[in-house]
């Protein structure tokens, strides 16, 4: 097997990237579906900010795909941006931040166990 296949932590990481996705993905929507459309430009504004992040997120499980150290940096770059965005309210910080932390995690354990050339072990022949 080759090094660049992905270990476990890289398929868990990827899934739970992509339901994570699917997640601001829906956020988004329902931003949208909220402001009606088409406001003003504080409107097209809030709803720009929702769509950017989920943007980036597409990029970094993407990206994650073929390299683990990207989709890593991009699941922890976000997580320390939505800490600093909700800096005064510490209560929604393991809430927001926890799971792409998590998954930005699990990219770089990915991407280490690649680098050191660990592959998953051979399946027995039955």
Known sequence: MSSRT???????ALILGILFVLLQA???????QARGGGGDWLERWAITTHVL???LLIASVALGWRWPLAGAIGFLAYSVLTVVSYYPEWAYAPLVTGPPFVIGLLFLVDWWLRRRG????PRPVT
């Open 6 to 12: 992905a270990t476990v932590a890289g398929w868990v």
């Open 53 to 55: 992040p989920t943007l």
């Open 26 to 32: 829906y956020g988004w929507w329902d931003e949208v």
């Open 118 to 121: 660990v592959t998953p072990a």
